[in-house]
């Protein structure tokens, strides 16, 4: 570990003073050599996981099997014994295994490397299923644990997919393709297919342009390992050094940049909603019997049944509720807001959460899997009440990612980062974009929508938050308010202007800050119901004690995003029907 981390420092040193590209070359070598990716630019971690290839990005057992492989294509023409051969594969093997300091996927790997090559080298050869057999069985021994580790099963959904999957695709591929691209193609299909039941549960995000960017992007990718393996000692050199080896190494960097960015114009990256566990559970089955059958013609019908059960899975459009209901969802986004509504005739997001870190991509790793377990895969409509990264971040992997009929923003929202953010995912996912202010009205998902602010008003302070869309809507015949951010010179100006206030459910201004929800604008909201979108011991104090004694006084029950998780509201009937928490409303409010 030591070695490790004096590695990276002097990396860091000598590559200080270098152009953008080779600084960002410089970068990924950390992450591909010593699995460092925090110097990662933020664009360059959204390509690889876009284009279906993050594993490159994170040291784990496919670095190992590349340093495998490479080393013995390396010694072929030496042409030494093949125990010789072996060992020095099996010793540089767990040397890069300690140098990397021993991450979980890497000692998976290797520990099915070093079972192999010893099996040969005590002259026992055995196949690679058996080495995953029991690597799997000695390591879920030693911690069963493991059983429920996403990469562990990730891990050996792969390599089960390559050793016993692809060879149904490798055959008929061969007879029309040269056999190396045939058997890389069927690798790929083979891994990707096995890995889906895992992926589409647990992330939800399929990237079938893995497809294509596995068979280009990975060769690129292990040139460009061997190339950093080998130029290492000029990068620790010195500055000097370090230039001179830099330049193929950005070269490769940009290509493989490049071709990530041309796929992914394609698209080919697919959210679903969260698979019946039934599904799974068949899918499982018959990627097993694919697998492992002797006879060739129940293999063909065990994977042809798996194909069509993703097909099905992957096609399976967003939920909806049952005719006469709808459903209104303070998402758990943490310190911000996000809010679900969902109709028998479509959906509505209203922010999206995040956080102030760019480096995050929060819609991808929060927000994303949570709507589409919840699932909702496509949007009437998308509302940013106001551009802040609390409320806008989430939303940038639902504008680049999903179907959105349609995005509303504030009119005369200040010009920021957050709002140029919002705007360029909206062209990438061409979705079309329309202004609001006060007196317009608009339906989405059957759902009737009244803009009672931004108003004619300008604000000095907390322009953004003052500025925030106030929405009035109605489900039903109950009223909904969601008002963003404003704060009390914005409540101030509803009240001036005559704004119709009154609504069953309020969604309280700004996190339940003390600088909102003033006595004279939540008197005339008269909430029987409030929902705060608030983190967990969040640095800003938010609810303010004095709001939440307000909202007490005026006899509003309260449901908090921090204390409760999301809390589904049910409109049926004319009623609401809160189903977390239970305690209090068992028969809805009336």
Same mark, same amino acid.
């Given at each position: 570990m030591r070695l490790h981390r004096a590695t990276g420092a002097r990396l860091a040193g000598n590559v200080e003073g270098a152009p953008l590209a080779e600084r960002q070359a410089a970068a990924l070598a950390k992450a591909l050599l010593l699995g460092e990716t925090a110097e990662l630019a933020p664009e360059t971690v959204s390509a690889f996981r876009d284009g279906g290839v993050a594993h490159i990005l994170a040291i784990s057992g496919v670095h190992v099997g590349l340093l495998a492989l490479g080393l013995t294509f390396v010694l072929r023409p030496l042409r030494p014994s093949v125990p010789l051969r072996d060992g020095l594969v099996l010793v540089a093997t767990l040397a890069f295994g300690a140098f990397t300091g021993g991450r979980a996927p890497v000692l998976r790997a290797v520990f099915m490397i070093a079972l192999y090559l010893g099996a040969r080298l005590l002259g026992r050869p055995t196949s690679p299923a058996q080495v995953m057999a029991l690597s799997a069985l000695v390591l879920l021994a030693a911690d069963p644990a493991n059983l429920f580790d996403v990469g562990f099963l990730l891990s050996y959904a792969a390599v089960f997919g390559i050793a016993a999957v692809a060879p149904l695709f490798s055959g008929p591929l061969r007879r029309r393709l040269p056999a190396s691209l045939a058997d890389g193609? +069927?690798?790929?299909?083979?891994?990707? /297919?096995?890995?889906?039941?895992?992926?589409?549960? !647990?992330?939800?995000?399929?990237?079938?342009?893995? =497809?294509?960017?596995? %068979?280009?992007?990975?060769?690129? +990718?292990? %040139?460009?390992?061997?190339?950093? +393996?080998? =130029?290492?000692? =000029? %990068?620790?050199?010195?500055?000097l050094a370090a230039a001179f080896a830099l330049g193929p190494l950005a070269l490769l960097s940009e290509a493989m940049l490049g071709i990530l960015r041309l796929l992914d114009a394609l698209g080919a990256v697919r959210v679903v909603p969260t698979p019946l566990f039934a599904e799974v559970a068949l899918l499982a089955v018959l990627l097993a019997a694919a697998g492992t059958l002797r006879r060739r013609r129940p293999r063909i019908g065990a994977l042809s049944g798996a194909l069509a059960l993703v097909f099905l899975a992957s096609a399976r459009p967003s939920s909806a509720e049952r005719p006469g209901e709808a459903r209104l969802v303070a998402l758990d986004v943490g310190?911000?807001?996000?809010? %679900?509504?969902?109709?028998?005739?479509?959906?509505?997001?209203?922010?999206?959460?995040?956080?102030?870190?760019?480096?995050?991509?929060?819609?991808?790793?929060? =927000?994303?899997?949570?709507?589409? +377990? /919840?699932?909702?895969? *496509?949007?009437?409509?998308v509302v940013l009440t106001h551009p802040h990264p609390d409320h806008s971040r989430g939303l940038l992997a639902v504008l680049k990612l999903l179907p959105v009929d349609r995005i509303y923003l504030p009119r005369g929202a200040p010009r920021n980062l957050f709002l140029d953010e919002a705007l360029e995912a909206t062209a990438r996912g061409r979705v079309p974009v329309e202004v609001l202010e006060a007196g317009d009205r608009f339906v989405a998902a059957g759902v009737p929508f009244e803009v009672l602010h931004p108003g004619p008003e300008t604000y000095v302070r907390s322009p953004e938050n003052n500025g925030s869309l106030v929405l009035s809507l109605r489900v039903g015949t109950r009223r909904v308010l969601l008002t963003g951010d404003?704060?009390?010179?914005?409540?101030?100006?509803?009240?001036?202007?005559?704004?119709?206030?009154?609504?069953? !459910?309020?969604?309280?201004?700004?996190?339940?800050?003390?600088? *909102?929800?003033?006595?004279?604008?939540?008197?005339?909201?008269a909430p029987r119901l409030a929902l705060v979108g608030v983190g967990r011991r969040n640095r800003f104090g938010h609810p303010g004690a004095e709001v939440m004694a307000r909202l007490a006084s005026a006899g509003t029950t309260v449901f908090r995003t921090d204390l409760h998780g999301d809390v589904s509201l049910l409109f049926r009937e004319g009623r609401i029907f809160p189903s977390r928490p239970f305690a209090g409303l068992a028969g809805g409010l009336p």
């Open positions: 193609i +069927a690798a790929t299909l083979g891994a990707e /297919l096995c890995v889906f039941p895992i992926q589409a549960t !647990v992330f939800h995000v399929v990237p079938f342009v893995a =497809l294509l960017s596995n %068979l280009v992007v990975v060769p690129l +990718a292990s %040139l460009f390992l061997f190339a950093a +393996a080998l =130029l290492m000692p =000029l %990068l620790l050199a010195g500055p310190q911000g807001d996000s809010f %679900l509504i969902v109709t028998d005739r479509g959906r509505i997001l209203v922010d999206g959460g995040g956080t102030f870190d760019a480096s995050y991509d929060f819609g991808r790793t929060r =927000l994303l899997p949570r709507i589409a +377990a /919840l699932g909702a895969v *496509s949007f009437d409509a404003i704060e009390a010179a914005a409540e101030r100006d509803l009240l001036d202007r005559g704004a119709f206030l009154s609504a069953d !459910v309020l969604k309280v201004p700004h996190h339940g800050s003390r600088t *909102s929800t003033t006595p004279g604008f939540l008197g005339k909201v």
